[in-house]
């Protein structure tokens, strides 16, 4: 089993829908050359910005295999097959393998509250049955589930498992990760609002949602941090993208944000699934000020 060194912008595409709530595969297919023109340098499907847990089976298999070959091998492809039931995570799993994805991403399984003894047991019995790399995304405002030290320990001897996504919000856990398991496990930026604090730290990729209406900045922000190690302009192309940021992440209503910004970027691709509902007008205003002001900015002028 080869083993990525994870590098650059991995985008979780948004999954469009149109209207009548079906996958919209003509507005994905314009939405991912949005992102290949802009500079992404990875693709992933079905992370949570992509509305995994609203799709069926058959659509989220669907939906790899477009994908696939959509991008073909413009971009390197990662999947999210996380799923409630272990047995569809091994199913869509081996489905990326054979579709040529090259790594997948997993959250603990959700509702089900495993102990860390039964989280360990779940990630051994995926790693021996699938023979994709896996990147663990720990995601406990989601998932209800802390990926913590005594789980890591317990699949250190698991190569397979070679990445974390570290999406809690807590900066001590990302230290801890550096004291505890630097050499480990690769360091990916997962909460947005704290990319810069964890390319300062080590981490070279940064898997980001908001990526689907901002890829170009993201690019210029892992460049600027990660490439030419100017964290001090980097600081400042983030004080720019912060007070977006910030309410993607701690507004209560990410993907509604996500994906009217990637209509206002220019590349629109429906709204959320239910049990989501759109964004109000005043929520949309409120979001398009930001917005403009981060456009505005100083900082994002010269990055552009």
């Given amino acids: 089993m080869k083993i990525p060194s994870f590098k650059g912008v991995i985008s979780v595409t948004c999954t469009p829908f149109d209207k009548s709530g079906n996958v919209d595969n003509k ?16 693709i992933m499907p079905h992370g949570t910005t992509g509305e995994y847990y609203a799709q069926t089976l058959d659509e989220r298999n669907a939906g790899l295999k477009f994908v696939a070959e959509h991008v073909g091998k413009k971009l390197p492809l ?37 102990s860390t003894k039964e989280l360990v047991a779940h990630f051994r019995f995926v790693a021996k049955n699938t023979d994709l790399p896996i990147i663990l995304y720990n995601f406990p405002a989601r998932t209800g589930v802390d990926m913590n030290k005594e789980f890591l320990e317990g699949i250190a001897d698991i190569k397979a498992i070679c990445a974390i996504k570290e999406s809690s919000g807590s900066f001590a856990r990302m230290l801890e990760h550096i004291v505890f398991f630097d ?31 901002l890829p170009a900045e993201h690019v210029a922000l892992y460049r600027t941090c990660v490439e030419k190690q100017d964290y001090i302009a980097g600081q400042k192309l983030m004080h720019a993208m912060m007070p977006l940021l910030y309410l993607l992440e701690n507004g209560g209503k990410y993907l509604q944000y996500v994906k009217y910004a990637c209509e206002i970027a220019g590349s629109p691709i429906g709204t959320v699934r239910q049990p989501l509902e759109p964004l109000s007008a ?23």
């Fill in 183 to 213: 050499g480990r496990y690769q360091r990916i930026a997962g909460a947005d609002d704290q990319a810069v604090d964890a390319f300062l730290w080590g981490a070279k990729s940064w898997i980001a949602g908001a990526s689907n209406c």
């Fill in 78 to 114: 990662y999947a999210g097959t996380n799923s409630a039931r272990p047995v569809e995570t091994v199913e869509l799993s081996n489905q990326a393998k054979d579709l040529g994805y090259q790594a997948i991403m997993l959250a603990a399984p959700f509702y089900s509250l495993p």
């Fill in 27 to 42: 507005a994905w297919s314009k939405h991912l050359d949005f992102l290949i023109r802009s500079g992404v340098h990875a």
């Fill in 282 to 304: 005043d929520e949309k205003a409120h979001f398009k000020k930001l917005w403009d002001a981060m456009k505005s900015s100083s900082a994002m002028k010269l990055a552009a």
